[in-house]
């Protein structure tokens, strides 16, 4: 039986040994993979996994998955705070303590990456990787094996008050950028001070746009850009890269958004003195909104009375691919781990159909495995939208998560407030986002 126990403690300790990382470590890793999906030894394992689920949504993945039917594995559950999870892993790990998997933020995944295990391809092919998971798992895949196996996805969606494009005859949200420029002026109201009481779209500034970055990384994707680039095992910033472009997209991305907060704009529709663009969107006086699917039961919950829809995000025209940019969790095993067999034997069982399927259907996520992509509920257009943004999601390597929030911030901000020309505040980006990379290593 696949037994599970609980625990909410913050004090989390429990015991690992420690595993050498070098080629003896690759070759006995090799091996334990590969036991572990030929089938089990009979011999019991006890291993702990650490993740930001609560005990009772774990507890639904149990109910709702084949997990049962393992006999070799006990696993002992403790969620750990997605606020706290970054303190909490590297803090036990400096005390040769720690859990033998983790359930964690994608945005994790490179300023940890020394510190887990590289799955290598002979256990788990990249064919059979690429057939079972959603495109924007690929970031996963590496020259020597996966970095982790994708358990979520969280998409950027966009949100739209429908009693305001009614209100003005407009039935049917913007699918393209370009578009925003008009629903920037239908929908903007503000005074000769230019104070806005209410607004089309919130694009221009940063602080006070939710999820800010993730949608100037959705941009440039779309843009043919990239934030960083993968060489081999090195990882280096390509906001400066012409893609083949006439205009590096990094630099047109930033001029198109930052024209929304400049009040000489006839389009002018965002300021730093507005609430978040979530809480002005959930007071009626936001027409758009771009946001995660894990919103949408929060914004329901904080006005239950405001009537709204959901779409994909808008792209740009003739663009070669739809994309928008998609938060993901992921399991991996800590090298610090002496169950690594055990451990990967259990990320197979919490990936299957069968769990995923269930966490979907618990979560609202979409899920990320592709097979389950068949099953999107064709009567429920919310869940149609949630599904597609799944496939379209892409994400970059982030150096560290916490500082990279900084330099866009200051990206932004610096040509908002002038201290900094487009072509020269991307430049800077560029340089301190390559500072973040230099001794980052996939190997």
């Known amino acids: ?3 599970i126990t609980f625990s909410t403690n913050s004090a989390i300790k429990p015991l690992a040994l420690a595993v050498n990382s070098g080629s003896p470590f690759i070759l006995l890793g090799v091996i334990f993979f590969s036991l572990s999906r030929s089938g089990s030894s009979g011999v019991v394992s006890n291993i702990t ?6 005990p009772s949504e774990y507890a639904v993945l149990e109910k709702t998955s084949g997990i049962y039917d393992d006999d070799t594995l006990i696993v002992t559950y403790k969620e750990v705070s997605e606020m706290d999870f970054d303190t909490v892993f590297v803090n036990a790990l400096a005390r040769g303590e720690g859990p033998d998997l983790v359930l964690m933020e994608s945005g994790l995944l490179l300023k940890h990456v020394d510190k887990l295990v590289t799955i290598p391809y002979e256990s788990y092919p990249r064919s059979t990787f690429e057939d079972t998971f959603i495109e924007a798992g690929d970031i996963l895949l590496t020259q020597n094996g996966i970095l982790g196996i994708p358990f979520s996805i969280d998409p950027m969606v966009m949100y739209w008050n429908r009693t305001l494009f009614n209100n003005v005859g ?15 002026q239908v929908f903007g109201i503000r005074d000769n001070a230019f104070n806005i009481s209410q607004s089309g779209v919130a694009l221009g500034e940063y602080s006070n746009i939710t999820h800010a970055k993730e949608l100037l990384s959705a941009l440039i994707m779309q843009a043919g850009g990239k934030v960083t680039k993968v060489s081999g095992t090195t990882i280096s910033s390509d906001l400066m890269n012409k893609a083949g472009q006439t205009v590096i997209p990094a630099e047109a991305i930033v001029n198109y958004y930052t024209q929304f907060s400049n009040p000489n704009n ?31 039961e929060t914004i329901n919950l904080k006005n239950p009375n405001l ?7 808008p792209q740009a025209r003739n ?8 938060q993901m969790n992921i399991l991996a095993i800590p090298r610090a781990s002496s169950k690594v067999s055990s451990a990967f034997r259990a990320i197979n069982l919490l990936t299957s ?4 399927s269930g966490y979907a259907n618990m979560s609202g996520l979409p899920p990320v495995r592709l097979d389950l992509q068949q099953s999107v509920p064709l009567e429920d257009a919310s869940a149609r939208t949630f599904y597609t943004s799944a496939l379209w999601s892409r994400l970059w390597f982030d150096p560290d998560p916490e500082r990279t ?5 200051d990206m932004v901000e610096s040509v908002t407030s002038g201290r900094e020309s487009v072509s020269s505040s991307v430049q800077t980006a560029s340089t301190r986002l390559q500072d973040l990379l230099e001794n980052i290593s996939l190997e």
């Open 1 to 3: 039986m696949f037994s």
């Open 49 to 54: 996994i650490w993740g930001t689920l609560t």
């Open 170 to 184: 407009i039935a049917n949200p913007p699918s393209f950028w370009d578009q925003m420029y008009n629903v920037a």
């Open 266 to 296: 006839a389009y002018y529709s965002w300021n730093r003195s507005l609430p978040g663009s979530q809480d002005f969107f959930v007071s009626g006086d936001l027409a758009v909104y771009f946001g995660l699917v894990s919103e949408a």
């Open 307 to 313: 009537n709204f829809q959901v779409t994909t995000i």
């Open 319 to 326: 663009a070669s691919e739809k994309i928008t940019y998609g």
């Open 353 to 356: 159909n069968a769990t995923l």
């Open 405 to 409: 929030e900084i330099i866009f911030k």
